[in-house]
């Protein structure tokens, strides 16, 4: 696990070698060139797409967790294999799959047609919504599975409590329930997040590479550019975020824990 | 650079495989009497039995996705573990810049007789001292003549395309072609190094994507031939590809002219096995095994002798198979662009980036 992080740090800090390969002399440019606007443009547009998505996938996987997680116990094992099973198939399976859906002459304008619409076909396809689509799809399994994981730990004496002390529903589930099963909300956030932002198969296939993210640069440096070492500073930027949004993540863990001690007091 | 040409019904997941295996993974010793690395499907899959019985050699084949994946491994291991390696002619040259390549040992390889004397005198290699062709051909527009007015003959068709066109074109993903459809059209050469004039090229393929369903080198064929594109840029070989599907499917070569492109085949120096390697160029050269490659993907081979057995009701289907040597030279022959091909990148960088 840390040696491959390793040897991607050390790349990150030596010149390219023309054709493929690293020429060991140091040198601090690969991470100036990650600021060069282009790049840091790339930056900041993956990371909208991921933030898009995150946020997305989570409207979508609260109000399904939550489901779950009321549903008859004999029953919420199955509805979460459910949830679970697009997963046992391959991720560009599925992603092939948006793409028979989306296109021109894909399910979705077939059923239009079918359904009456007789205008041009739909172009959904190869758009930045088809990208967002994609990985929604393919990530909303993981943040239904934390958020899950968090509602049915939830202390449902604390709601019953909220509700005897004359909270209504929507105020309950403001101040209780949604504070206590942020953490679940913020792990699935932070997965997502981070899925997406250095995903690059989703862009390629569904965006028809007309959508540069980071991690479609990561990859040309590596595998048509010739240029491992501004790949590897790219990599390693990447990872830094990881960090620094899991440690976000654990804090922002501990201190609901807090809450939930006090709240108990 | 030649991106998963090959690779037809292939894509993603074998550059992901790929990609992971050149990332770390070293050639191991073999035991073969010769081992090869070619792009998958690139050559008869009974090759090895053929060559076993003609020769009592036992080949190892190994194959590579892209020319870059390939240049990765022989960089890394200085050829080594490696005998005949396929690879695209520019990157033939860069092995051969840095000292990788046997030469071709002329008197064991009769066959290069076979090649028309053009395949023998390009400009990289003249004399065929260090790469011997394969398959040549050019990149052009493939699209369907049912759906597009007259024939588009100008690299502006794709570029600055009629209303009915709009969404539904696509361009090739990898550098030296698309930024060879901007060079072409802006008058330029597709080997350009002039910071500028790869600027004016750049601008006008970010104008261009407004335009664009998507950018594709694996499946713009199956776009063409489902109708979901109407016009794609493509290589030669690849529309045949469409035509066999649907015979309304035509090829042209833009009048601004276009690119020569040729796959070669090339020895490692440091390969165990470089005069087992000359009996396998041989081989591949003589007339019948070399003509499979034009029978059965589509390409046309330098080969004289190779294409004139050919039948030509093949040239008749796809007439593109029928381009002479001649027409094929007068295109203009990609060569390694040095320290230009950091332009490229970064223009490609550029043009995918923009809104």
């Known amino acids: 696990m840390v040696a491959p992080c390793l040897l991607i740090l050390g790349y990150a800090f030596f010149e390219r070698g023309t054709w493929g390969g690293v020429v060991y002399t140091f040198t601090l440019e690969n991470f100036e060139r990650v600021f060069d606007p282009l790049y840091a443009r790339i930056f900041l547009n993956s990371a909208r797409i991921a933030a898009t998505v995150t946020l997305l996938a989570i409207l979508i996987a609260y109000p399904a967790a939550y489901a779950i997680s009321r549903a008859p116990k004999s029953r919420q094992a199955i509805l979460l294999f459910f949830a679970v099973l697009p997963f046992w198939s391959n991720y560009l399976i599925r992603t092939y799959a948006w793409i028979v859906l989306l296109n021109r002459e894909g399910l979705v304008n077939s059923v239009l047609r079918w359904g009456g619409y007789e205008g041009e076909p739909l172009s959904m396809l190869y758009s930045e919504g088809a990208v967002i689509v994609g990985l929604v799809y393919n990530y909303l399994p993981f943040v239904i599975l934390a958020i899950y994981s968090s509602l049915s730990r939830l202390d449902m004496s604390l709601v019953e409590a909220s509700r005897d002390l004359g909270a209504g529903p929507v105020r309950t589930f403001l101040r209780v329930t949604l504070p206590l099963t942020l953490p679940g909300v913020a792990a699935g956030g932070v997965f997502v997040f981070v899925l997406s932002i250095g995903n690059f198969v989703t862009p390629a296939l569904l965006g028809g590479g007309r959508f540069q993210m980071i991690g479609n640069l990561v990859y040309d440096q590596f595998l048509t550019a010739n240029d491992w070492p501004f790949g590897a500073a790219l990599g390693m930027i990447l990872i830094a975020i990881m960090i620094v949004l899991l440690t976000l993540q654990a804090r922002a863990t501990n201190r609901a824990a807090g809450t939930t001690r006090e709240a108990i007091r | ?355």
Request: aromatic share 8%.
């Open chain 2, 1 to 355: 650079m030649t991106a998963t040409r090959r690779s037809v019904s292939r894509g993603w997941a074998v550059r992901l495989a790929t990609a992971a295996a050149m990332l770390g993974l070293a050639q191991g010793a073999s035991a073969a009497d010769l081992v090869i690395s070619n792009w998958d499907g690139y050559m008869a899959p009974d090759i090895a039995e053929t060559f076993k019985a003609a020769t009592g050699l036992e080949v190892e084949i190994v194959n590579h996705a892209t020319n870059e994946e390939i240049m990765g491994k022989l960089m890394a291991s200085q050829g080594k573990g490696y005998d005949v390696v396929f690879v695209s002619s520019p990157f033939a040259e860069i092995l051969n810049k840095q000292g990788l390549l046997a030469q071709i040992d002329k008197a064991a390889v009769p066959n290069l007789a076979n090649l028309y004397p053009e395949a023998a005198a390009l400009a990289y290699d003249p004399g065929t001292s260090f790469a011997v062709p394969y398959a040549w051909g050019t990149t052009g527009l493939c699209y369907r003549s049912d759906l597009v007015d007259g024939t588009p003959d100008s690299w502006m068709a794709m570029l600055k395309p009629a209303d009915a066109l709009k969404g539904k074109i696509t361009m090739l993903a990898t550098d030296r072609w698309l930024m060879g459809a901007g060079l072409l059209a802006t008058g330029a050469s597709v080997n350009e190094s002039d910071p500028a004039k790869i600027d004016a090229a750049k601008d006008l393929l970010i104008e261009a994507k407004k335009t664009l369903l998507a950018y594709d080198d694996t499946t713009f064929y199956s776009k063409l031939v489902s109708g979901e594109a109407s016009l794609v840029q493509a290589w030669d070989g690849w529309c045949n590809y469409g035509i066999a599907e649907n015979a309304d499917i035509k090829f042209v070569v833009p009048s601004e002219g276009s690119d020569l492109w040729v796959d070669t085949m090339v020895v490692m120096k440091n390969g165990e096995n470089t005069a087992n390697a000359m009996k396998f160029l041989n081989f591949v050269l003589d007339a019948e095994n070399h003509a499979w490659a034009a029978e059965n993907i589509l390409y046309k081979v330098p080969n004289k002798a190779a294409m004139e057995s050919l039948d030509p009701a093949l040239a008749q289907q796809y007439p593109n198979m029928g381009m002479t040597p001649a027409e094929l030279t007068g295109y203009e022959l990609l060569r390694d662009l040095g320290d230009a091909q950091k332009l490229y990148s970064r223009a490609v960088s550029e043009i995918k980036a923009a809104n």
